[in-house]
């Protein structure tokens, strides 16, 4: 068995890829469910199982809640914004998603229990800029984030939400990109 690290594909079934599709669009059009972050944006994670070089989707994970404005993490992901961030039309203060603390260690207990490896964590961009019209590749401080975590960075395109694009990069980074295969 390999890490993540080495992959070579993600299998993502498609009644998993037609949900976080779901769950995207919902957050898009200001749909939410109680409890959860009035946020035009979806986040979540997606756990399975590793063979050999490849991973296999089994379980999707929809983050409802974000800690971003709660101290000390608003300031925290301040920083890092005035820091890295590109501007664009969504003002900083309102960019840069933390899932909170609790429900991230719910996802990671379910994980435990049922023998599941988390593989990455996703989120939408939606507004396209001048120089990347799709917005389905990690910017800098996408990366920024997700250095050192050993996960991939699950970006979904919704640019045009009639055709949204997922791709897998391995820590952010755009030389490391795995295929995808919708299955």
């Keep these: ?23 995207c669009r919902r957050k898009l059009a200001g749909e939410y469910l109680p409890g959860e972050t009035r946020v035009k944006r979806a986040y979540g994670m997606l756990a399975g199982t590793l063979d050999g070089d490849a991973a296999h989707v089994l379980k999707i994970f929809y983050f409802k809640k974000n800690a971003r404005m709660h101290e000390p993490l608003k300031s ?3 920083d890092v914004m005035n820091r890295y961030a590109v501007a664009s ?6 960019r840069g998603w933390i899932t909170d603390p609790e429900e991230l260690r719910e996802c990671y207990e379910i994980c ?11 989120h939408m961009h939606i507004v396209p800029w001048d120089h990347d019209r799709l917005r389905d590749t990690p910017t800098k401080l996408d990366m920024i984030l997700a250095k050192n975590s050993n996960l991939f960075s699950f970006i979904i395109s919704l640019v045009d939400p009639s055709r949204p694009i997922i791709r897998a990069f391995y820590e952010g980074i755009r030389e490391k990109e795995v295929p995808i295969i919708i299955s």
Aim: proline content about 5%.
């Design 1 to 23: 068995m390999t890490g993540l690290s080495s992959l070579k594909n993600i299998f993502l079934p498609e009644a998993l890829w037609d949900d976080v599709k779901s769950h």
């Design 76 to 78: 925290y992901m301040d």
């Design 89 to 94: 039309k969504t003002p900083l203060s309102q």
């Design 112 to 122: 435990d229990r049922d023998d599941l490896l988390a593989i990455g964590t996703y």
